[in-house]
């Protein structure tokens, strides 16, 4: 009866998260509506390129070709348009489409009719095969758990994007509350569809629940006494100035650290209590004291590998802006060290290698303890 009554709540808050994020999403999407002009995206394919020589110089253009695409979505499908491509020689805009090339065309309806522009690649047929490609992997290695496993992650995203994201946006829910509830969400769903609902569980939710708590703890500590202001790149700086000048960037940076550990951190809790629900299986005189003590010899083994993980993955996102700093000899060392996207870059991987290695004994003793009073 208690196991029922747990799923049944975990379902209930599920569907309650789903209905409410519709509703926030909705009056968040009238509401940008009512602000931003209308503009259509469809697909299309580009059919030929022209280069554009007689085009009169334009003041921070560098060049121009005419773009001949054939719509491939929407009311106008197989219509065919002509775009033009302009070029501002910067990498991180210009577009260079080619024959073949599948790309978003934006239609903007004005009082002159239907203006055509090319607005990015289509990349998501891509996308597509690749995700089919996890999809696939997922199962042929992992069965029925790789199934579950394509669950947990689709949930998980879910809840982000269709839970927390749009109850902050048209609810004005407390980021640090949301991002308290969101993870503790996404860990126990996680953790009880993979494993069952037994002490393995238990213990994995008690050190993710616990090593995210310190995690998340020393990331407010960073924020505040490091000054940290969020505003670390170009993205939120856009954010701040256009569309969400009054959330508090300090939290969606707390919401990041605790949301990029949270992965990392399940990932060593259950390493540990499936090993001390292996042992404890196969040695059933084994007490407390030995599964705790085995549970902290395959965390110290974990410990290592993962701490690297998480050091990796951020200096792999930050990999331009380490190229650009290197670049500038002429920079002093203790500028570079003091700027606060790269003290922000340090909090986040400092406070989740913190939080990920503090769960290996809370996973440990939560776990043995569970086995140990479990019949």
């Not at 020589?53 to 499908?77: C, F, P, W, Y």
């Not at 407390?174 to 769903?189: E, G, H, P, R």
Request: glycine letters at 10%; hydrophobic letters at 50%.
């Amino acid at each position: 009866m208690k196991i029922r009554g747990v799923i049944r709540c975990i379902v209930m808050l599920i569907g309650l998260l789903g209905f409410m994020s519709v509703q926030a999403l909705a009056a968040t999407q009238d509401e940008a509506g009512k602000q931003l002009p209308q503009i259509d995206y469809l697909q299309g394919v580009v059919l030929k390129v022209q280069p554009l020589s007689q085009l009169k110089k334009v003041q921070g253009m560098s060049g121009a070709e005419l773009v001949d695409i054939r719509l491939t979505a929407g009311e106008e499908t197989g219509k065919e348009i002509k775009v033009t491509n302009y070029k501002m020689d910067r990498p991180g805009f210009d577009l260079h489409p080619a024959a073949g090339d599948k790309v978003i065309v934006a239609v903007s309806q004005d009082a002159g009719g239907k203006t055509y522009h090319l607005a990015d690649y289509d990349r998501m047929p891509y996308v597509y095969v690749l995700l089919g490609a996890f999809a696939l992997t997922l199962i042929a290695v992992g069965g029925k758990v790789g199934i579950k496993s394509l669950f947990v992650v689709c949930f998980a995203i879910f809840t982000i994007l269709q839970g927390m994201i749009p109850l902050i946006l048209g609810r004005h829910l407390n980021l640090i509350l949301a991002t308290w509830l969101t993870s503790a969400l996404i860990a126990i769903v996680t953790q009880i569809t993979v494993s069952g609902w037994n002490a393995k569980t238990w213990g994995a939710i008690a050190g993710t629940v616990g090593g995210v708590a310190v995690a998340g703890l020393l990331a407010v500590l960073s924020i505040q006494t490091m000054h940290l202001t969020g505003l670390d790149n170009e993205e939120a700086i856009m954010l701040k100035v256009t569309y969400l000048a009054d959330i508090d960037f300090q939290e969606v940076l707390f919401a990041g650290i605790v949301m990029g550990a949270l992965g990392a951190v399940m990932d060593v809790a259950i390493s540990i209590a499936s090993a001390q629900y292996e042992i404890k299986s196969s040695c059933p005189q084994y007490g407390f004291k030995e599964l705790y003590k085995a549970g902290i010899n395959v965390g110290r083994d974990v410990m290592g590998t993962m701490s690297n993980t998480l050091v990796l993955a951020y200096l792999g996102s930050s990999l331009p802006l380490l190229l650009l700093l290197s670049a500038q000899e002429h920079v002093p060392l203790l500028r570079i060290v003091n700027l606060n996207l790269i003290t922000t870059e340090v909090a986040r991987t400092i406070t989740g290698s913190i939080g990920l290695i503090c769960s290996i004994p809370l996973a440990a003793l939560a776990t043995a303890f569970f086995l140990s009073k479990n019949r």
